[in-house]
């Protein structure tokens, strides 16, 4: 009984268990605040208007990943491992940053009403404003928040972001009372990311002199170009995967059936926090582990989640009777949608631990081999069966994919992981190079 007693005040002493209750906290605040908000656009805006902000809405979120080019991911590690020169290296994260949003915005401003109208989608020009305010809003918002959970400050980050969720519900809300629910007027959602950048201008002002003043070495700067443009490689392939379902629907499908299949996906936050709060955390975590211990660490954690995933599995059932007291009989497509979303959601929460001990293990190459994989599978199987089952297949195809998907990356795991038992290598030889070929898979990551 000692014994079990000693472990639990260990445990609730441990930084990982505090951070992760806080993350955890966080997601459920945020997520519930997040479906409220949803509620009030599905039953207020139609399937049809709902389709197209969740259109605009989606393509602000997976841009602004995409753009970012797992330099979050580079970020994080280099700056856990670089301690001294972790605002230098923030620095020229945010340089960075700055430079790929001016050239997206320019791009867009010159050349968006030409590529909606060659997309057939001549309806969403006059959105064009909003997106870039949005684009720009998320996108340095994310830094933010990638220093905060870098430096491990998740009380911090879960305050602004329940402030800003908060603040969002409560726009939503004063529309209704107004009866204001218009298109119009729910665009203006996109503006608030870029008040809250607002109170990060001196910390840009601390990396920003930090970077010019006491510049990155040349080993350093040549480590993180190493690792950074396997990040960008991966990265493209998780933006796009993320949503290729939704885009490929957009092809062939109306705005309506795009909200129903939006509104599925809303309801995926009932699963889908959890993975979410357990990546935030474990990142950092790893980044700061050393590398012989990261395998047991990885396993010791995967165990308890794929126990956790079985019993979520119980949510699926549940479907049929809240979609249609939720959102009305007009999203009743949605149904069946969710649930197969949800096992796919499932899926990607069960490897979560070994995904995440790829980045600093200095695997992201392998896990790009996987994800694109993943990606091609998606997009074949898509063309041939969207045009005849239209959301039921764009769905299923996911969850194929993601199987296929957890197959090669858990392989992987227990190839390094076997590789690395029977060797000599330590934290001080480890570098992010691939395995010797006979050594390696190809694999890939969610």
Not at 171 to 181: D, G, R, T
Not at 303 to 331: D, N, Q, W
Not at 408 to 427: E, I, P, Q, R
Not at 433 to 446: H, N, R, Y
Request: hydrophobic fraction near 50%; include cysteine; aromatic fraction near 16%.
């Amino acid at each position: 009984m000692q014994k079990i007693t000693d472990y639990l005040n260990k445990l609730t002493k441990s930084r990982f268990v505090k951070n992760l209750g806080i993350t955890f906290s966080e997601n459920i605040v945020t997520k519930l605040f997040g479906f409220f908000i949803t509620l009030i656009l599905i039953r207020n805006l139609g399937p049809e208007y709902y389709g197209i902000y969740s259109f605009i809405f989606i393509n602000i979120i997976v841009l602004s990943l995409l753009f970012d080019f797992g330099m979050e991911n580079t970020a994080i590690r280099f700056s856990n491992r670089y301690k001294e020169s972790q605002n230098s290296i923030f620095g020229l994260y945010f340089c960075t940053k700055i430079i790929i949003i001016l050239a997206v915005v320019l791009s867009v401003v010159f050349c968006g009403k030409h590529f909606l109208i060659n997309l057939h989608k001549p309806a969403l020009i006059r959105y064009i404003p909003f997106f870039l305010i949005g684009f720009v809003g998320e996108s340095i918002f994310y830094v933010n928040d990638t220093y905060l959970q870098c430096v491990q400050k998740f009380q911090t980050r879960a305050i602004i972001n329940i402030t800003r969720y908060i603040t969002v519900f409560s726009f939503a809300l004063l529309m209704f009372l107004l009866h204001k629910v218009s298109l119009a007027y729910v665009t203006l959602i996109f503006i608030i990311p870029i008040v809250f950048t607002l109170f990060f201008i001196p910390r840009y002002y601390i990396f920003l002199k930090a970077f010019f003043q006491e510049k990155l070495s040349k080993d350093i700067l040549k480590e993180i170009f190493h690792y950074e443009k396997w990040m960008l490689v991966l990265s493209s392939a998780n933006s796009i995967s993320g949503r290729i379902d939704l885009y490929m629907l957009s092809i062939w499908v109306s705005y309506a059936s795009i909200g129903v299949y939006s509104a599925a996906t809303s309801l995926l936050s009932i699963v889908s926090f959890l993975p979410n709060v357990l990546g935030k955390v474990m990142l950092p975590k790893l980044a700061e582990t050393n590398i012989n211990k990261i395998f047991d660490l990885t396993l010791k954690i995967t165990i308890p989640i794929l126990g956790l995933a079985g019993v979520m599995l119980l949510a699926i059932p549940v479907f049929p009777y809240i979609v249609p007291v939720l959102f009305g009989h007009k999203y009743d497509g949605a149904i069946l949608i969710v649930q197969i979303l949800t096992v796919c959601t499932l899926l990607a929460f069960m490897v979560l631990p070994i995904e995440q001990s790829m980045y600093p293990l200095g695997k992201p190459k392998q896990i790009s081999v996987f994800r694109y994989i993943q990606l091609a599978i998606v997009i074949i199987l898509n063309i041939f069966t969207i045009p005849t089952w239209g959301m039921t297949a764009a769905a299923t195809n996911v969850v194929i994919a993601r199987i296929l998907y957890n197959i090669m990356l858990t392989g992987y795991f227990f190839k390094l992981k076997n590789y690395y038992a029977n060797s000599d290598n330590s934290a001080e030889t480890f570098t992010t190079e691939p395995l010797p070929v006979q050594k390696q898979t190809k694999s890939e990551i969610s």
